[in-house]
Nanobody, 122 residues
């Protein structure tokens, strides 16, 4: 089992920045690829970014490419999502997930955090 806990969400004005953290415990964090997803009310879950176990490779959704950056610190068992130039449409619950590959499909991830709310005001 891997337990994931997100933090760093909150209220920010459009154009601002936030850094989300996802702390892992349980099985060896460095064995897993990690992903970030979000879900807004009434919308489907959306893939944002993923990173390989080593941090050597990343992938992003077009909607956040150039604005969001995923990174990880295996010594701290933590993955991050740096979010810049935030827009009101970025408002959602943001969740991290652990799996065996940095893929887009959420169903491929085995473990999920409960999420953290991000609200971007206009």
């Amino acid at each position: 089992q891997v337990q994931l806990v997100e933090s760093g969400g909150g209220l920010v004005q459009a154009g601002g920045s936030l850094r989300l953290s996802c702390a892992a415990s349980g099985r060896t964090f460095s064995n897993y690829a990690m992903g970030w997803f979000r879900q807004a009310p009434g919308k489907e879950r959306e893939f944002l970014a993923a990173i390989t176990w080593s941090g050597g490779n990343t992938r992003y959704a077009d909607s956040v490419k150039g604005r969001f950056t995923i990174s990880r610190d295996n010594a701290k068992n933590t993955v991050y999502l740096q979010m810049n130039s935030l827009k009101p449409e970025d408002t959602a619950v943001y969740s991290c997930a652990a799996g065996w590959a940095p893929v887009v499909s959420g169903t491929s991830y085995d473990y999920w955090g409960r999420g953290t709310q991000v609200t971007v005001s206009s």
